[in-house]
Protein backbone atom coordinates (compact mmCIF):
# COMPACT_ATOMS: atom_id res chain seq x y z
CA UNK A 1 0.00 0.00 0.00
CA UNK A 2 1.40 3.54 -1.38
CA UNK A 3 1.64 5.71 2.23
CA UNK A 4 0.15 9.47 1.42
CA UNK A 5 3.32 11.33 0.31
CA UNK A 6 3.38 8.81 -2.47
CA UNK A 7 -0.65 9.41 -3.23
CA UNK A 8 -0.36 12.96 -3.19
CA UNK A 9 2.71 12.96 -5.68
CA UNK A 10 0.97 10.68 -7.99
CA UNK A 11 -2.11 12.72 -7.83
CA UNK A 12 -0.25 16.03 -8.65
CA UNK A 13 1.89 14.21 -11.68
CA UNK A 14 -1.72 12.95 -13.09
CA UNK A 15 -2.96 16.66 -12.91
CA UNK A 16 -0.44 18.52 -14.21
CA UNK A 17 -0.35 16.03 -16.96
CA UNK A 18 -4.16 16.29 -17.57
CA UNK A 19 -3.46 20.54 -17.56
CA UNK A 20 -0.43 20.05 -19.95
CA UNK A 21 -2.71 18.06 -22.95
CA UNK A 22 -5.60 20.85 -21.82
CA UNK A 23 -2.81 23.40 -22.52
CA UNK A 24 -2.27 21.92 -26.25
CA UNK A 25 -5.81 21.72 -26.81
CA UNK A 26 -7.58 24.80 -25.65
CA UNK A 27 -4.26 26.89 -25.16
CA UNK A 28 -2.72 28.13 -22.34
CA UNK A 29 -5.38 30.44 -20.34
CA UNK A 30 -8.04 27.46 -19.83
CA UNK A 31 -5.19 25.40 -18.96
CA UNK A 32 -3.83 27.31 -15.96
CA UNK A 33 -7.65 28.21 -15.05
CA UNK A 34 -7.91 24.35 -14.51
CA UNK A 35 -4.88 23.96 -12.59
CA UNK A 36 -5.47 26.63 -9.89
CA UNK A 37 -9.27 25.21 -9.84
CA UNK A 38 -7.77 22.00 -9.03
CA UNK A 39 -5.74 22.97 -6.81
CA UNK A 40 -8.18 25.24 -5.14
CA UNK A 41 -10.45 22.28 -4.86
CA UNK A 42 -7.52 19.87 -3.31
CA UNK A 43 -6.64 22.37 -0.82
CA UNK A 44 -10.74 22.98 0.47
CA UNK A 45 -11.00 19.03 0.23
CA UNK A 46 -7.92 18.99 2.67
CA UNK A 47 -9.23 21.85 4.91
CA UNK A 48 -12.33 20.25 5.06
CA UNK A 49 -11.13 16.97 6.12
CA UNK A 50 -8.74 18.97 8.37
CA UNK A 51 -11.99 20.41 10.00
CA UNK A 52 -13.24 17.29 10.16
CA UNK A 53 -10.67 15.70 12.04
CA UNK A 54 -10.58 18.72 14.45
CA UNK A 55 -13.82 18.36 15.12
CA UNK A 56 -14.02 14.93 16.40
CA UNK A 57 -10.67 15.50 18.75
CA UNK A 58 -12.90 17.96 20.35
CA UNK A 59 -15.12 14.83 21.72
CA UNK A 60 -12.96 11.94 20.64
CA UNK A 61 -14.43 8.58 20.19
CA UNK A 62 -13.99 5.45 18.30
CA UNK A 63 -17.07 5.35 16.73
CA UNK A 64 -17.37 8.85 15.50
CA UNK A 65 -13.82 8.99 13.32
CA UNK A 66 -14.85 10.45 10.25
CA UNK A 67 -14.34 7.58 7.47
CA UNK A 68 -12.66 10.35 5.13
CA UNK A 69 -11.70 10.18 0.95
CA UNK A 70 -8.54 9.97 -0.69
CA UNK A 71 -5.59 9.98 1.01
CA UNK A 72 -7.53 10.94 4.23
CA UNK A 73 -9.16 7.96 4.21
CA UNK A 74 -5.97 6.12 5.26
CA UNK A 75 -5.37 8.69 7.74
CA UNK A 76 -8.70 8.38 9.70
CA UNK A 77 -8.62 4.35 9.08
CA UNK A 78 -5.02 4.63 10.53
CA UNK A 79 -6.85 6.91 13.71
CA UNK A 80 -9.11 4.15 14.01
CA UNK A 81 -6.59 1.55 14.40
CA UNK A 82 -4.36 3.53 17.11
CA UNK A 83 -8.03 4.31 19.06
CA UNK A 84 -9.19 0.86 18.98
CA UNK A 85 -5.72 -0.74 20.23
CA UNK A 86 -5.46 2.26 22.88
CA UNK A 87 -9.06 1.71 24.04
CA UNK A 88 -8.25 -2.52 24.32
CA UNK A 89 -4.88 -1.11 26.38
CA UNK A 90 -7.09 1.08 28.44
CA UNK A 91 -9.42 -2.10 29.25
CA UNK A 92 -6.44 -4.40 30.23
CA UNK A 93 -5.06 -1.91 32.37
CA UNK A 94 -7.91 -1.05 33.54
CA UNK A 95 -8.41 -4.82 34.68
CA UNK A 96 -4.39 -4.91 36.25
CA UNK A 97 -5.41 -2.00 38.06
CA UNK A 98 -8.30 -3.50 39.48
CA UNK A 99 -6.90 -7.12 40.55
CA UNK A 100 -4.01 -5.06 41.94
CA UNK A 101 -6.51 -2.89 44.08
CA UNK A 102 -8.52 -5.95 45.04
CA UNK A 103 -5.31 -8.23 45.82
CA UNK A 104 -3.96 -4.79 47.96
CA UNK A 105 -7.44 -4.73 49.31
CA UNK A 106 -7.55 -8.12 50.60
CA UNK A 107 -3.81 -8.49 52.21
CA UNK A 108 -4.26 -7.88 56.09
CA UNK A 109 -1.10 -5.41 56.09
CA UNK A 110 -1.42 -2.13 55.50
CA UNK A 111 0.27 -0.18 52.24
CA UNK A 112 1.77 3.28 52.02
CA UNK A 113 3.70 4.51 48.93
CA UNK A 114 6.13 7.57 50.03
CA UNK A 115 7.38 9.86 47.83
CA UNK A 116 11.48 10.88 48.04
CA UNK A 117 10.06 13.67 50.01
CA UNK A 118 8.26 11.10 52.33
CA UNK A 119 4.60 12.10 51.17
CA UNK A 120 1.79 10.31 51.11
CA UNK A 121 1.10 9.36 47.49
CA UNK A 122 -0.99 6.34 47.58
CA UNK A 123 -2.28 3.64 50.59
CA UNK A 124 -4.72 0.79 51.12
CA UNK A 125 -7.69 1.05 53.21
CA UNK A 126 -5.91 -1.09 55.71
CA UNK A 127 -3.57 1.43 56.15
CA UNK A 128 -6.26 4.21 56.61
CA UNK A 129 -7.22 2.18 59.34
CA UNK A 130 -4.52 1.39 61.15
CA UNK A 131 -2.39 4.25 60.80
CA UNK A 132 -5.21 6.99 61.10
CA UNK A 133 -4.70 8.26 57.72
CA UNK A 134 -7.25 9.16 55.17
CA UNK A 135 -6.31 9.28 51.57
CA UNK A 136 -8.49 11.94 49.55
CA UNK A 137 -7.52 14.45 52.56
CA UNK A 138 -4.04 13.10 53.22
CA UNK A 139 -2.49 12.55 49.51
CA UNK A 140 0.94 14.85 49.11
CA UNK A 141 0.91 15.20 52.51
CA UNK A 142 4.34 14.44 54.72
CA UNK A 143 3.65 11.37 56.68
CA UNK A 144 4.89 12.49 59.47
CA UNK A 145 2.58 15.29 60.24
CA UNK A 146 0.57 12.83 60.27
CA UNK A 147 2.63 10.23 62.43
CA UNK A 148 3.86 12.30 64.69
CA UNK A 149 5.40 9.69 66.76
CA UNK A 150 9.35 10.28 67.23
CA UNK A 151 10.76 6.59 67.68
CA UNK A 152 9.12 6.60 64.00
CA UNK A 153 9.60 9.65 62.83
CA UNK A 154 13.70 9.17 63.48
CA UNK A 155 13.21 5.47 62.08
CA UNK A 156 12.17 6.89 58.89
CA UNK A 157 15.03 9.94 58.04
CA UNK A 158 17.52 7.12 59.78
CA UNK A 159 17.69 5.11 56.67
CA UNK A 160 18.46 2.01 57.99
CA UNK A 161 15.50 -0.48 57.33
CA UNK A 162 16.66 -3.77 57.87
CA UNK A 163 14.99 -4.02 61.23
CA UNK A 164 11.26 -3.49 61.53
CA UNK A 165 9.85 -0.85 63.71
CA UNK A 166 6.78 -1.00 66.46
CA UNK A 167 4.88 1.11 66.55
CA UNK A 168 1.95 1.63 69.37
CA UNK A 169 -1.24 3.07 67.61
CA UNK A 170 -2.45 6.65 68.53
CA UNK A 171 -5.97 5.21 67.82
CA UNK A 172 -6.53 2.56 69.85
CA UNK A 173 -3.55 1.96 72.39
CA UNK A 174 -4.12 -1.92 72.69
CA UNK A 175 -3.41 -1.80 69.14
CA UNK A 176 0.80 -2.97 68.27
CA UNK A 177 1.98 -2.45 64.75
CA UNK A 178 5.41 -3.36 62.74
CA UNK A 179 6.34 -1.11 60.26
CA UNK A 180 8.83 -2.15 57.77
CA UNK A 181 10.51 0.55 55.21
CA UNK A 182 11.37 -0.96 51.75
CA UNK A 183 13.25 1.70 48.92
CA UNK A 184 12.15 1.52 45.32
CA UNK A 185 12.63 3.55 42.51
CA UNK A 186 13.22 7.00 42.36
CA UNK A 187 13.82 7.18 46.14
CA UNK A 188 10.44 6.38 46.82
CA UNK A 189 9.55 4.09 50.04
CA UNK A 190 6.93 1.63 50.09
CA UNK A 191 5.51 1.08 54.26
CA UNK A 192 4.16 -1.81 55.21
CA UNK A 193 2.37 -1.42 58.47
CA UNK A 194 1.11 -5.00 60.17
CA UNK A 195 -1.01 -5.60 63.05
CA UNK A 196 1.10 -7.56 65.61
CA UNK A 197 -1.26 -7.24 68.81
CA UNK A 198 -1.94 -10.90 69.30
CA UNK A 199 1.35 -11.61 68.49
CA UNK A 200 2.52 -9.67 70.85
CA UNK A 201 0.18 -10.94 73.60
CA UNK A 202 1.40 -14.87 72.76
CA UNK A 203 4.61 -13.36 73.36
CA UNK A 204 4.17 -11.87 76.82
CA UNK A 205 2.57 -15.04 77.71
CA UNK A 206 5.15 -16.98 76.53
CA UNK A 207 7.63 -14.88 78.67
CA UNK A 208 5.37 -14.66 81.84
CA UNK A 209 4.49 -18.46 82.00
CA UNK A 210 8.63 -19.27 81.22
CA UNK A 211 9.02 -16.56 84.10
CA UNK A 212 7.13 -17.67 86.84
CA UNK A 213 7.48 -21.54 85.70
CA UNK A 214 11.25 -21.14 85.80
CA UNK A 215 10.67 -18.89 88.78
CA UNK A 216 8.37 -21.75 90.72
CA UNK A 217 10.91 -24.01 90.20
CA UNK A 218 13.82 -22.50 91.54
CA UNK A 219 12.85 -23.45 95.40
CA UNK A 220 12.40 -26.59 94.66
CA UNK A 221 15.47 -27.67 93.00
CA UNK A 222 17.37 -25.53 95.49
CA UNK A 223 15.91 -27.78 98.39
CA UNK A 224 16.75 -30.98 96.39
CA UNK A 225 20.05 -29.95 95.36
CA UNK A 226 20.65 -29.28 99.25
CA UNK A 227 19.41 -32.36 100.08
CA UNK A 228 21.48 -34.57 97.36
CA UNK A 229 24.52 -32.47 99.07
CA UNK A 230 24.16 -32.99 102.56
CA UNK A 231 23.58 -36.79 101.50
CA UNK A 232 26.68 -37.17 99.40
CA UNK A 233 28.82 -35.24 102.09
CA UNK A 234 27.24 -37.63 104.93
CA UNK A 235 29.80 -40.53 106.39
CA UNK A 236 28.67 -43.63 105.39
CA UNK A 237 24.70 -42.08 104.64
CA UNK A 238 24.98 -43.38 101.27
CA UNK A 239 26.17 -47.41 100.20
CA UNK A 240 29.11 -47.26 98.04
CA UNK A 241 27.19 -48.98 94.93
CA UNK A 242 24.83 -46.85 94.88
CA UNK A 243 26.56 -43.07 95.55
CA UNK A 244 27.28 -42.42 92.04
CA UNK A 245 23.56 -42.46 91.22
CA UNK A 246 23.44 -39.67 93.86
CA UNK A 247 26.86 -37.89 92.02
CA UNK A 248 24.61 -37.99 88.79
CA UNK A 249 21.71 -36.18 90.21
CA UNK A 250 23.59 -33.68 91.75
CA UNK A 251 25.26 -33.01 88.12
CA UNK A 252 21.25 -33.02 86.79
CA UNK A 253 20.19 -30.94 89.47
CA UNK A 254 23.08 -28.50 88.58
CA UNK A 255 22.42 -28.11 85.35
CA UNK A 256 18.21 -27.93 85.73
CA UNK A 257 19.39 -24.70 88.05
CA UNK A 258 21.51 -23.35 85.20
CA UNK A 259 18.51 -23.64 82.94
CA UNK A 260 16.19 -21.94 85.04
CA UNK A 261 18.55 -19.01 86.02
CA UNK A 262 19.15 -18.68 81.93
CA UNK A 263 15.54 -18.70 81.48
CA UNK A 264 14.93 -15.77 83.85
CA UNK A 265 18.11 -13.84 82.93
CA UNK A 266 15.97 -14.49 79.17
CA UNK A 267 12.94 -13.48 80.03
CA UNK A 268 14.05 -10.35 82.17
CA UNK A 269 15.90 -8.91 79.17
CA UNK A 270 13.33 -9.74 76.79
CA UNK A 271 10.45 -7.87 78.97
CA UNK A 272 12.36 -5.15 80.02
CA UNK A 273 11.53 -1.74 77.70
CA UNK A 274 13.78 0.28 79.52
CA UNK A 275 16.58 1.87 78.13
CA UNK A 276 19.65 0.15 79.02
CA UNK A 277 22.40 1.87 81.56
CA UNK A 278 24.60 3.93 78.92
CA UNK A 279 27.82 4.63 80.81
CA UNK A 280 31.65 4.79 79.72
CA UNK A 281 33.51 1.25 79.77
CA UNK A 282 36.73 0.57 79.63
CA UNK A 283 37.14 -2.17 77.16
CA UNK A 284 40.60 -2.88 77.21
CA UNK A 285 40.52 -3.73 81.16
CA UNK A 286 36.93 -5.75 80.43
CA UNK A 287 38.98 -7.80 77.79
CA UNK A 288 41.81 -8.40 79.28
CA UNK A 289 39.39 -10.11 82.48
CA UNK A 290 37.74 -12.02 80.23
CA UNK A 291 41.13 -13.30 78.84
CA UNK A 292 42.38 -14.29 82.34
CA UNK A 293 38.79 -16.20 82.97
CA UNK A 294 39.51 -17.62 79.57
CA UNK A 295 42.49 -19.13 80.91
CA UNK A 296 41.24 -20.35 83.62
CA UNK A 297 37.95 -22.25 82.31
CA UNK A 298 40.40 -23.75 79.69
CA UNK A 299 43.03 -25.29 82.83
CA UNK A 300 39.82 -26.12 84.35
CA UNK A 301 38.34 -27.76 81.65
CA UNK A 302 41.16 -29.56 79.85
CA UNK A 303 43.83 -29.35 83.00
CA UNK A 304 45.67 -27.52 80.23
CA UNK A 305 45.95 -23.92 78.63
CA UNK A 306 44.74 -22.70 75.33
CA UNK A 307 47.03 -19.76 73.74
CA UNK A 308 44.57 -17.14 74.52
CA UNK A 309 45.79 -13.71 72.45
CA UNK A 310 44.38 -10.47 72.89
CA UNK A 311 44.41 -7.20 70.35
CA UNK A 312 42.60 -4.62 72.00
CA UNK A 313 42.84 -0.75 70.95
CA UNK A 314 43.82 1.01 74.35
CA UNK A 315 41.83 3.68 73.67
CA UNK A 316 38.72 2.51 72.52
CA UNK A 317 36.03 2.56 74.93
CA UNK A 318 32.10 2.36 74.45
CA UNK A 319 28.66 3.06 76.07
CA UNK A 320 26.05 0.83 77.30
CA UNK A 321 25.79 -1.40 80.42
CA UNK A 322 28.74 -3.04 81.70
CA UNK A 323 27.28 -5.99 83.26
CA UNK A 324 24.77 -6.87 80.23
CA UNK A 325 28.00 -6.73 77.41
CA UNK A 326 30.33 -8.59 80.03
CA UNK A 327 27.74 -11.32 80.39
CA UNK A 328 27.14 -11.54 75.99
CA UNK A 329 30.86 -11.20 75.38
CA UNK A 330 31.94 -13.56 78.12
CA UNK A 331 29.45 -16.21 76.35
CA UNK A 332 31.04 -15.90 73.36
CA UNK A 333 34.79 -16.30 74.59
CA UNK A 334 33.73 -19.49 77.49
CA UNK A 335 32.22 -20.97 74.23
CA UNK A 336 34.90 -20.45 72.13
CA UNK A 337 37.00 -22.74 74.90
CA UNK A 338 34.24 -24.79 75.57
CA UNK A 339 34.36 -25.81 71.74
CA UNK A 340 37.93 -25.91 70.99
CA UNK A 341 40.20 -29.06 71.59
CA UNK A 342 42.79 -28.96 73.77
CA UNK A 343 46.08 -27.27 72.72
CA UNK A 344 43.47 -24.96 70.18
CA UNK A 345 44.29 -21.24 70.24
CA UNK A 346 41.88 -18.56 71.42
CA UNK A 347 42.46 -14.79 69.60
CA UNK A 348 40.33 -11.51 71.26
CA UNK A 349 40.63 -8.47 68.89
CA UNK A 350 38.86 -5.04 70.08
CA UNK A 351 39.25 -2.71 67.27
CA UNK A 352 37.61 0.10 65.08
CA UNK A 353 36.31 -0.60 61.90
CA UNK A 354 34.76 2.31 59.72
CA UNK A 355 33.95 3.77 62.64
CA UNK A 356 32.62 0.97 64.31
CA UNK A 357 33.91 -0.72 66.98
CA UNK A 358 34.50 -4.43 66.58
CA UNK A 359 35.06 -7.26 69.01
CA UNK A 360 35.76 -10.45 67.47
CA UNK A 361 36.92 -14.03 69.25
CA UNK A 362 37.70 -16.22 66.55
CA UNK A 363 39.49 -20.11 67.54
CA UNK A 364 40.68 -23.12 66.09
CA UNK A 365 38.07 -25.25 67.47
CA UNK A 366 35.38 -28.19 65.78
CA UNK A 367 33.89 -25.10 63.88
CA UNK A 368 29.69 -25.02 62.94
CA UNK A 369 28.20 -26.59 59.64
CA UNK A 370 27.08 -23.82 57.53
CA UNK A 371 23.53 -24.79 57.74
CA UNK A 372 23.25 -24.67 61.53
CA UNK A 373 25.09 -20.48 61.74
CA UNK A 374 21.20 -18.48 60.91
CA UNK A 375 19.78 -20.72 64.08
CA UNK A 376 22.58 -20.39 66.70
CA UNK A 377 20.70 -17.89 68.29
CA UNK A 378 17.63 -19.58 68.68
CA UNK A 379 16.42 -21.00 72.12
CA UNK A 380 17.72 -24.43 72.85
CA UNK A 381 18.70 -24.70 69.47
CA UNK A 382 22.14 -27.54 69.38
CA UNK A 383 24.10 -28.28 66.69
CA UNK A 384 25.57 -31.32 68.57
CA UNK A 385 23.66 -32.57 71.86
CA UNK A 386 25.72 -34.71 72.86
CA UNK A 387 28.71 -32.30 72.80
CA UNK A 388 26.50 -29.22 74.53
CA UNK A 389 25.19 -31.14 77.65
CA UNK A 390 29.51 -32.60 77.87
CA UNK A 391 30.81 -28.76 77.35
CA UNK A 392 27.61 -28.23 80.41
CA UNK A 393 26.17 -25.56 78.15
CA UNK A 394 22.15 -24.57 78.21
CA UNK A 395 21.30 -24.21 75.01
CA UNK A 396 20.12 -20.51 75.80
CA UNK A 397 23.65 -18.19 75.97
CA UNK A 398 23.83 -17.34 72.42
CA UNK A 399 19.66 -15.88 72.54
CA UNK A 400 20.61 -14.23 75.83
CA UNK A 401 23.95 -12.56 73.77
CA UNK A 402 21.61 -11.69 70.75
CA UNK A 403 18.93 -9.80 73.02
CA UNK A 404 21.92 -8.13 75.44
CA UNK A 405 23.28 -6.63 71.96
CA UNK A 406 19.46 -5.80 70.49
CA UNK A 407 19.56 -3.49 73.35
CA UNK A 408 22.67 -1.88 72.74
CA UNK A 409 21.79 -1.49 68.89
CA UNK A 410 24.96 -4.05 68.03
CA UNK A 411 24.85 -6.32 65.42
CA UNK A 412 26.03 -10.76 65.73
CA UNK A 413 28.00 -11.93 63.17
CA UNK A 414 29.02 -15.51 62.75
CA UNK A 415 31.19 -17.14 60.35
CA UNK A 416 32.54 -20.93 60.50
CA UNK A 417 33.66 -23.85 58.95
CA UNK A 418 33.88 -27.19 59.91
CA UNK A 419 37.27 -28.06 61.33
CA UNK A 420 38.40 -24.99 60.58
CA UNK A 421 36.95 -23.18 63.75
CA UNK A 422 34.79 -19.87 64.47
CA UNK A 423 35.06 -16.28 64.41
CA UNK A 424 32.22 -14.61 66.46
CA UNK A 425 32.36 -10.89 65.57
CA UNK A 426 30.42 -7.96 67.63
CA UNK A 427 29.95 -4.58 65.70
CA UNK A 428 28.73 -1.75 67.71
CA UNK A 429 27.77 1.38 66.16
CA UNK A 430 29.10 4.60 66.03
CA UNK A 431 26.50 6.19 67.83
CA UNK A 432 28.29 4.31 71.15
CA UNK A 433 31.88 4.67 70.34
CA UNK A 434 33.71 6.73 72.72
CA UNK A 435 37.84 7.13 72.05
CA UNK A 436 39.39 7.76 75.53
CA UNK A 437 43.08 9.81 75.19
CA UNK A 438 45.37 7.97 77.10
Not at 71 to 83: G, I, N, P, S
Request: hydrophobic residues 40%; neutral net charge; proline residues 3%.
Amino acid sequence: MLDVRWKAFLLFCAFSVICVFLWFIAGEKIALVTFCSGLLVYLARHIYWLYQLQKWFKKPHVNNIPEGAGVWEDVFTALLKYERNNQKNQTQLSESLERFSLATTAMPDGLVILSASNEIEWCTPHAENQLGLNLAQDKHLPIVNLIRDSHFIAYLYNGDFDTPFKLKSWRNPELTLEILLIPFANNQKLLISRDTTQLEKVETMRRDFIANVSHELRTPLTVVGGFLETLSDMEGAIPAQIKHYFAMMEEQTVRMRRIIEDLLTLSTIESNAETPENIEINMPSLLQSMQNDALSLSQSLYKSKHDVHLDADPQLYINGAQEELRSALSNLVSNAVRYTPKGGELWLSWQRIDGNAVFAVRDTGIGIASEHIDRLTERFYRVDRGRSRETGGTGLGLSIVKHILIRHQAKLEITSALGAGSTFRVIFPKSRVVTHSL
